[in-house]
């Protein structure tokens, strides 16, 4: 017995349970934290506010991740810009509506990873859709529009049209924003302007879902040929087409006004753009041909 009256085997015997009982618990620690890491893994991966448009199902979440993202405007601005090499070399290049790459290679390049469109475009895809859903079925359609357009219960007009094509191109990769997503985009055009985006009567553009998906997906985004929200005020400004392929079309400014300005049914072109200007200081984004200077 030690001078404490305590035999030290006791004392040894106590540190040995005392070690055993830490390393146990520590390893039942890792155990669970392995667990909530797991747990979190399968949480994230995938994006869940795009969901596939399958004949079996529509459970699968769009899976898509890039480190660097080239998403290309279909603006006149990108006529002469000669980058298309350079949007080719980007991890995932990103395009919207039928925006063609034939014949523009030069300036737009000819890649194309990830097309968003608009329910309104849907038709426009139809026109070639062999083009679209059987030679590029390497690339990820997602498509967004209004509840009583995408509604899955047969009543759906565009959602039959996107199911329909999902049968007879088992290959492509259809996905739709949902109807939550929508309303979160909603959300966040509010937190950003202070204004209720269905009071104003206004419509979210392709161009800001193409955003909020690359913010989503993208690590580091480079857009190219979009105009900052003082562009059009400015004396000097460039006169261009609204979309580069299509040269007749009203010019790209007095479309913007035209837009700002509507009562009902029109894009907010030129606030979405002035929400842009505050995204870029928040995350990795950078504005080409035209470069921004974001103050």
């Not at 194309?112 to 849907?122: A, M, P, Y």
């Not at 007879?168 to 990769?173: I, L, S, T």
Request: proline share 3%; with cysteine; hydrophobic share 35%.
């Amino acid at each position: 017995m030690d001078q404490w009256g305590s035999p030290k085997s006791c004392d040894m015997k106590s540190l040995k349970v005392f070690w055993v009982c830490l390393v146990v618990g520590g390893l039942g620690v890792m155990f669970w934290c392995g667990q909530v890491n797991r747990s979190i893994s399968l949480h994230n991966s995938g994006l869940k506010g795009y969901t596939r448009i399958k004949p079996e199902n529509m459970d699968q979440f769009l899976d898509l991740r890039c480190s660097h993202c080239a998403l290309v405007s279909s603006s006149g601005q990108m006529l002469g810009a000669g980058v298309g090499e350079e949007i080719d070399k980007t991890g995932c290049v990103i395009r919207m509506n039928n925006a063609p790459t034939r014949g523009y290679e030069r300036d737009v390049g000819k890649q194309t990873n990830v097309r968003v469109v608009s329910h309104t475009s849907v038709p426009l895809l139809l026109k070639n859709e062999k083009y679209y859903f059987q030679s590029s079925a390497d690339t990820t359609y997602v498509f967004w529009g209004p509840e009583r357009n995408m509604r899955q219960d047969g009543k759906g007009h565009i959602f039959n049209v996107l199911l329909k094509m999902a049968n007879k191109y088992p290959n492509v990769r259809i996905y739709a924003v949902t109807r939550e997503k929508i309303q979160y985009c909603d959300g966040v055009f509010q937190n950003e302007t202070g204004k209720n985006r269905m009071k104003t009567g206004a419509f979210l553009s392709t161009g800001f879902f193409t955003m909020v998906l690359a913010l989503d997906m993208c690590d580091s985004i480079y857009v190219y040929g979009m105009i900052d929200d003082n562009h059009c005020s400015r004396a000097n400004h460039s006169i261009v087409p609204y979309h580069y392929y299509e040269r007749s079309r009203i010019d790209e400014c007095r479309m913007y006004r035209i837009h700002e300005h509507t009562r009902r049914g029109g894009h907010r072109f030129i606030t979405e753009k002035a929400i842009y200007a505050k995204w870029a200081k928040r995350y990795k984004m950078e504005f080409k041909h035209p470069s921004w200077s974001h103050g």
